[in-house]
């Protein structure tokens, strides 16, 4: 192992290492406080190890990993949700009496996989990530036994994990059949040198696309979602609504945009296909829901199809690169819209899965403007309504499809987000033109979320261009 | 520093730094709030007037502008671009006043939740002066879009009945058309490298006139929802009916002007040859417009109702001004827009005073009002005439204006147009006044009426204003035409090089 090797995995080991010492230290003191605060140390401190690393285009392990920009801006998000979920998680444990220390330790090993997945450049490589991340998150999504819809979205997120997971080893199998190795830098030296059987190669992406297409809820391989996301304690639906997609999405752009843009003709169809459905779908089923949890799942696949519909113009290489960064920024604005609402979700939740139906919201802007301003803002930013992350995001992303000269998917795309304005404006509605007596969890760190995500959407919307700026620079490193 | 006071950003940031200045007032402390959103929007309105001063009105192009870098990486090119010309002064005008009537007229009807409703109105003012003055497409559409959020929160908190369909209608209906503007936005950054303004003007006539078409039409989706135009009317009767009065107005007088000021200030401009080819055809809909209207309003029973289809024919007027593409029509057009703010607000504000008081706005509910409440009747008489056109009277100067634009039109191509429209005046003076009759004359036979106090000095100080213009502008128009002409010949003068250069 050579200095560039532990350097590009620095951060990564540093966040396994103390997830390992906060795990034995949980064990033996059991005070679940000095595990919160030492898994916050334990990010904050791995960010500022992965902020380093800007710039540094790093290669390690013989190019299994590779540290590029577009790795470290992912990382960021990674650690940056995570943090976010201990806030909101550490009262919302204990209001739940579910307060154990393994969550935080499990926490930090499912970051550790994102990490590695947002620096794998080799498909062995993306599976061990794929794995890592996921099973301490099926165990996150059963975190809340006893409760059977807990348990319940434990098992389904494991079985349909485990299920696309089979997908992705399955590709990656026909992959290295097809090229002979398994690194992306290999493949892509391969399909140059006309030396790889294009079918097989292209059969194999598909199954592997098919397979992040699970994780990060893209129709029709996103039935786990409304379950999982209902039955999951609402702080581990949080991270996982950014943090898995985010990964997934980290693995479609590696391997499909660095590493096999020659496939485009092929895979391109797939993914306008799949990118419409989804929009379609995921909007239209959300119209139909009375659970907040079970409309924001729904919401969530939507927006997997707007992240998707960034990746059809991935082959034009003049676009690639646009198209990457919209889907960055993307992702970067539903992570802050995304926690937010969650977080408001999190104050009116009661024990026992009670206050999470809409109805529950009635009387909220009455009673507790701030909190209903919040949620009308994180509505709005969901449906892509100016001045808010959520139409920046938007704005970028529909340039990328148009630049590829999709308009087709892009009328489909602003059609659908009009449905969405339909669900979102609903909870608006019944926040501040229903009456009703909510009662509204009020405890520091919550409220300090839900106020700093909601300034954030709407202040890095006017000023989104040191943003946007971040988000371009943050190029895949090409094979 | 110097950004600060320049007299665009105070006029719409002002209202917005009141609104921010509102949150910190405890909402029990409704006079304090009521006051203190008042006292904005009249500086708000003063500062209008600095920025009047400072208009050349000889200048034919745009003035007082700032140009400032916005969002540029990535291949962006958007800008912090504002400005103003003799094509949007008017109505930052008519915005700047009708915003403090507005909230005078609320000071009894709105009593719930007083501070929400005064910072949504003060939102909703800084958004809708923003439309007018931006100058780069982005920031337009930022604008744009924004104001529906306000709107739709005063309709749906503080309407009728039927409030929260009207306001999910509201949104769903004019989201509609902007999202389909927002691809055409897109297509034109991309394509044309910038989203200023100004610069695609200069640029459009070089787009092939297919294209222009169809970007016409996206932008097109975008407005006539807005203005509405028929047959894309069906949210504004739900709208306005539900909406408190203060909304009304405020809908009515600025709201759908948004949608006439995009044909004048993108769609023509920007795609010159696709307006030229569409003419008559957005002619014809703007005519069956007015007849519609027209005579859909002669079929109302609720008074809020029928002003609503009225501003559907009024605003068929607009359109059909601005279509002629010669001077008259637009300049017609554009003071149009400005008479039927007063008169459709002054009306609406009318409206609210005696539903007020009755807490019914049923026709048959009313009658011989003149003797209980002269002095409402007398008001009720004189914006009734103007909203009908009655020469002396504002509305007349623009419709008339208009016919004679649209009846010497090249781009329409036929003088049946301005015919037809000229029965909609008849219409219009029919259903006015029917209306006036069923309310003020007749016996005065009803218990309840003959109790009705008449107006109090606040409802005539919100009225005084816009009687004071209703006949400045009938009398003595040439001030309001000269801001306007430099620009309006401007454009039309533009349009007439793209036509040349289209045909050779």
């Known amino acids: 192992m050579t200095t560039t090797d532990l350097l590009s995995v620095f951060p990564l080991l540093i966040l396994i290492l103390w997830a390992c010492l906060v795990l034995l230290l949980d064990v033996f003191l059991k005070r679940e406080r000095l595990t919160t605060i030492l898994t916050a140390i334990g990010l904050v401190v791995t960010l500022g190890f992965s902020i380093s690393q800007n710039n540094l285009n790093l290669t390690g392990f013989n190019n299994m990993v590779v540290v590029d920009n577009f790795a470290v801006y992912l990382n960021i998000i990674f650690l940056g949700s995570g943090l976010l979920a201990i806030s909101l998680a550490h009262d919302y444990l204990k209001r739940m009496g579910i307060n154990r220390g393994e969550f935080y330790v499990l926490l930090m090993f499912s970051i550790s996989g994102m990490m590695l997945m947002a620096i794998a450049a080799d498909l062995i490589v993306f599976f061990l990530a794929l794995e890592l991340l996921s099973i301490p998150l099926y165990v996150l999504a059963a975190f809340a036994r006893p409760r059977v819809e807990s348990e319940e979205a434990g098992m389904k997120y494991f079985l349909l994990g485990a299920f696309s997971g089979g997908f992705v080893v399955y590709g990656i199998a026909l992959v290295f059949g097809a090229t002979a190795t398994t690194n992306l830098s290999g493949i892509a030296a391969r399909i140059a040198e006309h030396q790889a059987d294009i079918p097989l190669l292209t059969i194999g992406a598909a199954l592997i696309l098919v397979g992040f297409s699970f994780k990060v809820a893209v129709v029709p391989f996103q039935m786990w979602t409304p379950d999982v996301y209902h039955g999951a304690p609402s702080a581990v639906t949080a991270f996982m609504a950014i943090g898995a997609k985010a990964a997934g999405f980290a693995a479609l752009m590696r391997i499909f945009v660095a590493a096999l843009p020659t496939l485009s003709e092929q895979i391109t169809p797939i993914i306008w296909v799949l990118a419409a459905l989804t929009m379609i779908v995921g909007n239209i089923v959300a119209v139909a829901q009375s659970n907040i949890k079970r409309m924001l799942a729904y919401s969530s696949i939507a927006h997997a199809g707007y992240i998707l519909m960034a990746l059809v113009s991935y082959g034009q290489s003049s676009v690639a690169s646009v198209s990457v960064s919209a889907a960055l920024f993307y992702l970067l604005s539903y992570a802050v819209t995304n926690f937010g609402a969650w977080a408001v979700v999190i104050a009116v939740e009661k024990a026992e899965g009670k206050g999470l139906a809409l109805d529950d919201y009635a009387g909220i802007g009455r009673k507790y403007p701030a909190l209903a301003a919040a949620m009308a803002i994180f509505m709005l930013s969901f449906t892509g309504v100016p001045p808010t992350l959520g139409f920046v995001g938007k704005f970028y992303l529909f340039r990328a499809v148009i630049d590829g000269g999709y308009i087709g998917l892009a009328v489909i795309g602003v059609l659908t987000s009009l449905i969405s304005a339909f669900y979102y404006l609903r909870v608006v509605v019944i926040m501040y033109m229903r009456d009703g007596e909510p009662e509204v969890r009020s405890e520091p760190w919550l409220n300090l979320t839900t106020a700093f995500t909601a300034i954030a959407t709407i202040v890095l919307s006017i000023f989104s261009a040191p943003i946007l700026q971040w988000a371009s620079q943050a190029i895949l490193s090409t094979f | ?504």
Do not use: C
Not at chain 2, 353 to 377: C, N, Q, S
Not at chain 2, 457 to 486: D, H, N, Q, S
């Open chain 2, 1 to 504: 520093m110097n950004y600060l006071l320049h007299p665009l950003i105070l006029v719409t940031f002002f209202p917005l730094l009141g609104s921010l200045a509102l949150l910190f007032i405890k909402p029990e402390k409704k006079n304090t709030i009521r006051w203190v959103a008042l006292i904005t929007s009249l500086l708000t309105f003063i500062f209008s007037l600095l920025m009047l001063a400072q208009f050349n009105a000889n200048n034919p192009n745009i003035q007082m502008e700032i140009d400032n870098p916005w969002i540029n990486v990535a291949g962006w090119n958007i800008n912090f671009h504002i400005g103003v010309d003799g094509l949007s002064i008017l109505l930052i005008l008519l915005t700047t006043l009708l915003t403090p009537i507005s909230i005078l007229s609320t000071w009894t009807a709105i009593d719930k939740r007083v501070k929400d409703f005064m910072i949504f109105f003060l939102l909703l003012e800084t958004g809708m002066i923003g439309v007018f003055i931006a100058l780069d497409l982005f920031l337009f559409y930022v604008f744009w879009e924004f104001t529906l959020v306000p709107m739709y929160l005063l309709i749906g908190i503080w309407g009728g009945p039927r409030r929260i369909y009207a306001a999910i209608k509201f949104f769903l209906y004019t989201m509609a058309g902007s999202i389909l503007m927002l691809l055409a936005i897109l297509w034109l950054g991309i394509r044309q490298g910038t989203f200023s303004v100004p610069e695609l003007i200069a640029s459009g006539a070089n787009i092939p006139v297919y294209i222009q078409i169809w970007l016409f039409l996206a932008f097109a989706a975008a407005f006539a929802i807005k203005v509405p135009m028929w047959p894309l009317h069906s949210w504004l009767p739900d709208a306005h009916v539900q909406a408190p009065t203060a909304g009304s107005v405020i809908l009515a007088g600025v709201m759908l002007k948004m949608g006439t000021y995009g044909f004048l200030r993108f769609n023509i401009p920007m795609f010159p040859n696709a307006a030229i080819k569409l003419a008559p055809w957005m002619a014809l809909f703007a005519v069956i417009g007015i007849l519609y209207g027209a005579a859909v309003s002669y079929a109302q029973k609720d008074v809020k109702k029928l002003v609503a289809y009225s501003s559907v024919s009024h605003l068929g007027f607009v359109m059909l001004g601005l279509f002629a593409l010669n001077p008259q029509g637009i300049q017609g057009g554009i003071l149009q827009m400005v008479n039927h703010g007063l008169s459709t607000g002054a009306l609406f504000l009318l409206v609210g005073m005696i539903y007020e008081r009755r807490h019914t706005r049923d026709m048959d509910a009313f009658g011989g009002l003149w003797k209980a409440m002269p002095v409402y009747g007398a008001l009720t008489l004189i914006v009734t005439l103007s909203s009908m056109g009655l020469p002396g009277l504002n509305g007349f100067v623009g419709e008339f204006t208009i016919l004679l634009g649209s009846f010497g039109s090249k781009a329409i191509g036929s003088p049946w147009f301005a015919g037809f429209a000229a029965i909609g005046v008849i219409l219009a003076a029919v259903y006015l006044l029917f209306m006036f009759q069923k309310l003020f004359l007749g016996p005065l036979d009803k218990e309840e009426n003959k109790i009705l106090k008449d107006l109090n000095a606040r409802e005539i100080i919100t009225m005084v204003p816009l009687l004071i213009l209703i006949f400045w502008i009938g009398l003595y128009p040439k001030p309001f035409f000269a801001l306007m002409a430099p620009a309006v010949d401007k454009l039309v003068a533009a349009l007439q090089t793209a036509a040349t250069i289209a045909m050779h």
